[in-house]
């Protein structure tokens, strides 16, 4: 995750804000910018194992009207279900725990359903706009 935002988006010439997802003051802080897209964390950190607190993450998203997007590779579907949480939008590596070796490379995007894109079509275009 910290190459995939601190580097990779950068040649789409997005930007990314790096905060720590445990203290939800830096999150609230982050969000009060309106450029801010959404919020991205994982459920259950790596390498750390730091567990998200991902209904307190969605209130704050779904207070500004952005996403919370969770990467679950580490937890699984098994053990956490995060739309049940609040997320809005959840990947998964395939690639790891999910197919259970790293003979085959592919990923899982899953929608809630829940997150209103159309409320500000100029954060979302290509989703909320023809």
Known sequence: SITQFGKTIKKFGWECTFVN???????????????VRLIFAESIA???????????????????HI????DNTLATP???RPIEFGADLV???TTKFLSGHGSA????????????WGRQPEKFPS???P
């Not at 209904?55 to 998203?61: F, T, V």
């Open 46 to 64: 790596n390498p750390g194992g730091v567990v998200s607190d991902l209904s307190a993450l969605a209130e704050i998203a779904h207070e500004v």
């Open 67 to 70: 996403p919370l997007v969770i």
């Open 105 to 116: 490379l592919g990923g899982v995007v899953v929608d809630s359903g829940r997150f209103a």
């Open 21 to 35: 997802v445990d203290d939800l003051s830096q999150v609230r802080e982050a969000v009060r910018d309106t450029s």
């Open 78 to 80: 098994f053990l956490c």
């Open 127 to 129: 989703l909320a706009k």
């Open 91 to 93: 990947v998964h590596s």
